[in-house]
């Protein structure tokens, strides 16, 4: 009965729940975005909800509802976040710099690793300079959504970008 009840806390908290890469398993994940930005990849149907940013307030309330999810607990998953859920770091910088504030403010400092996904065709949007500024966030590790180097199968798949283009 408490393990129905922690799942369905963990469920509300966390709906819908993103992917992972394995490493990230045992991270705090507060989720900044709902969604996919692309959202129109043949092969995925995980993201079926529209790409949304959460508003500062929203956000400030999840990471609020995570701290109550994990109670004590927590104390395990801080040693990095994971910003999710997919492509959280297609936010544009003034409102992915508002969200990293709120994950400041509710640690008292920068996560000593703060991680996130990018995909192949938008990482693009952000300059080096960004890219800097994230890193003064926390930024430690990005990790690119590529799905393939094969320029027929993302062709097929209805990726925007082609393997030259990312790698560039």
Not at 68 to 96: H, Q
Not at 131 to 151: I, K, Q
Request: net charge positive; hydrophobic share 40%.
């Amino acid at each position: 009965e408490a393990a129905g009840r922690d799942a369905a806390r963990f469920a509300a908290t966390y709906a819908p729940i993103g992917i992972l890469p394995p490493d990230h398993y045992l991270s705090l994940v507060l989720q900044a975005t709902e969604g996919c930005s692309f959202n129109s990849c043949t092969f995925c149907d995980l993201y079926s909800e529209r790409y949304r940013v959460k508003t500062r307030e929203e956000f400030r309330a999840h990471i609020e509802a995570v701290r109550a999810c994990f109670g004590a607990g927590i104390s395990l998953r801080e040693r990095s976040v994971f910003l999710g859920a997919a492509n959280a770091l297609a936010v544009p910088m003034p409102r992915l710099e508002e969200l990293l504030a709120e994950v400041r403010a509710a640690r008292g400092r920068p996560p000593r690793g703060l991680h996130a996904f990018v995909d192949g065709f938008t990482g693009e949007r952000k300059s080096a300079a960004d890219y800097r500024r994230l890193r003064a966030w926390g930024l430690t590790r990005v990790y690119l959504g590529l799905e393939s180097g094969h320029d027929a199968l993302l062709e097929f798949v209805r990726k925007p970008a082609r393997a030259a283009e990312v790698i560039e």
